[in-house]
């Protein structure tokens, strides 16, 4: 419960129909896309209601909802599109989660100098199709476009399909602006390289809200591409696959789109896309098939490749339709049966030695993969496992241990337990033993910007 003299303080900032109390809607907001199942032992923290919502519209109505926060040492939620599935949004410790979708500007689109300046709020979606009418787009596409906000996909430092050619989020952010927890507002240089560091954007940048809340982010966007080739490579097997990845990408080809997959039964199939000036996409594709026949491919044409790339934001789609602004119980319904989706990153050297211990570590769980891929470049590996049978609630345990045993050796092994989703409460019992003395300078720095511990508290440090 929060004080009253809190709750009427927002009431004047905001008006009443921007701060909700009421039980449906402190549910809605009590949680992103994580379902308690793929917590594990861990799921009770999702129980937690936030005790207020509130929806600013610009920075000046962000700075003062934080000072209150700050004054009355309750925590505050960030919160874009509620799409994460790490649960890095849910208000594990109450408060007052912060909608920022009623940040939804879009401030200035710069063709020459290739810059997009919106707010925080702006669903990728939306910002997608005002670049398109400049000829331009944007390098970060996640199944997630129709839902996930820009600052939503900073926060995670997500990945996309073109990550391969664009980098994650982070990589396209130039300058940001932010509340900080004190309440004041940092506005970063936005200049496209600057040497005096630390690089402040670097701060908000796969933080998960825990130094602030981001308000209006200046992004690096690009000319629509002039050509764009598909292709399709089947494999006989994922290691003859992985090879040929990995020499493209030792030779300096980069496809924009880069998925390595083999589905239970249904073989391994490389789907490539290269985008760009014409002469240039020509010259990568012949030479990218060439390298891959070399590793056993068979060239089975583009259709599978464009059926992918047309239906590539299904998941997001749905997820719109039936599943956001949903009460919980709704969400949390939704997978049928218990499955985990796993995405590490390792040195290239390393990714087919994880993925046989991998087969060893789920045998010896009750688990089995049925998807493993390599998307954008060849150290990012996934897998998709599920429980042989299905295992009542109790065995979910045995399952998180399983998962993290699998985690544990991705770090182990050089690696990180998670290239694109976050950590969120899913991961944060690994993220010490990740970060060793980083964890503790990390610590530190949230320490000195957030004293009372107020700004997303149970998230990362
Ligand atoms: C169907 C589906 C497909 C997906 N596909 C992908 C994919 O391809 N690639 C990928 O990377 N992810 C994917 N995701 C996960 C998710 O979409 C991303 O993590 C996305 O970046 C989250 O954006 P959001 O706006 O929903 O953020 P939220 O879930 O609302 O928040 C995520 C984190 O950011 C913080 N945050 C939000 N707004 C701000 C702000 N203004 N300032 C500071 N912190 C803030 C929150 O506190 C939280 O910690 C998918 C999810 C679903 C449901």
Redesign the pocket.
């Known amino acids: 419960m929060l004080p009253s003299d809190l709750i009427r303080s927002l009431v004047r900032l905001l008006g009443p129909a921007s701060v909700l109390t009421d039980p449906p809607d402190l549910d809605r907001y009590s949680a992103?896309?994580l379902s308690p199942a793929r917590v594990f032992s861990g799921a009770a923290v999702l129980e937690r209601m936030a005790d207020a919502v509130v929806v600013p519209r610009s920075v000046d109505q962000v700075a003062p909802v934080v000072k209150l926060a700050s004054q009355h040492r309750v925590p505050i939620?960030?919160?874009?599109?509620?799409?994460?599935?790490?649960g890095?949004?849910a208000p594990i410790k109450g408060g007052i989660v912060v909608d920022?979708k009623g940040?939804d500007r879009i401030v200035d689109i710069n063709p020459t100098d290739l810059t997009a300046t919106v707010e925080?709020?702006v669903v990728l979606e939306d910002l997608a199709r005002a670049l398109k009418d400049h000829g331009l787009m944007l390098g970060h596409d996640?199944?997630?476009v129709p839902?996930?906000?820009v600052?939503?996909?900073?926060?995670?430092n997500?990945?996309?399909?073109l990550g391969a050619s664009h980098g994650?989020?982070g990589d396209q952010v130039l300058g940001l602006e932010?509340v900080l927890p004190s309440g004041e507002t940092l506005a970063t240089r936005t200049v496209p390289k600057y040497s005096a560091g630390p690089n402040l954007n670097h701060l908000?940048i796969g933080?998960?809200?825990?130094f602030?809340?981001?308000?209006r982010a200046t992004l690096r966007v690009w000319r629509e591409p002039e050509k764009r080739a598909f292709a399709t490579m089947a494999f006989a097997d994922f290691d003859r696959g992985f090879e040929a990845v990995a020499e493209l990408f030792a030779l300096g080809l980069k496809p924009s789109l880069v998925d390595l997959s083999e589905e239970d039964g249904s073989g391994v199939r490389l789907f490539m896309m290269y985008e760009g000036y014409s002469e240039g996409v020509n010259a990568a594709e012949a030479r990218s098939l060439g390298v891959c026949r070399a590793f056993g491919g068979k060239d089975i044409g583009p259709s599978e490749t464009v059926a992918y790339w047309r239906t590539r934001h299904r998941?997001?789609e749905?997820?719109k339709r039936d599943?956001l602004g949903q009460p919980r119980r709704v969400r949390w319904g939704r997978h049928g049966r218990s499955f985990d989706y796993l995405h590490v990153a390792l040195p290239t050297s390393k990714v087919l030695p994880f993925r046989h211990e991998c087969d060893g570590i789920l045998a010896a769980g009750g688990a089995r993969a049925v998807e493993y891929a390599i998307w954008t470049r060849p150290e990012l590996f996934s897998l998709l496992l599920v429980p042989d049978g299905d295992p009542p609630e109790a065995d979910l345990r045995a399952l998180g241990e399983t998962v993290d045993r699998i985690l544990v050796l991705a770090q182990d092994m050089g690696g990180a337990m998670e290239y694109?989703?976050?950590v969120?409460i899913k991961l944060a019992h690994l993220l010490s033993r990740e970060m060793g003395q980083g964890f503790d300078v990390a610590r530190a720095i949230k320490a000195a910007l957030d004293p009372y511990n107020i700004m997303?508290p149970g998230?990362l440090y």
């Open positions: 992103d896309a939620v960030p919160y874009g599109g509620g799409t994460g599935v790490m890095a949004a920022m940040l925080a709020g996640p199944w997630s839902i996930a906000t600052a939503g996909a900073i926060s995670t997500g990945v996309g399909y994650p989020m932010a908000f933080s998960e809200g825990v602030g809340i981001i308000t998941a997001g749905s997820y599943m694109c989703h976050g969120g997303n998230k």
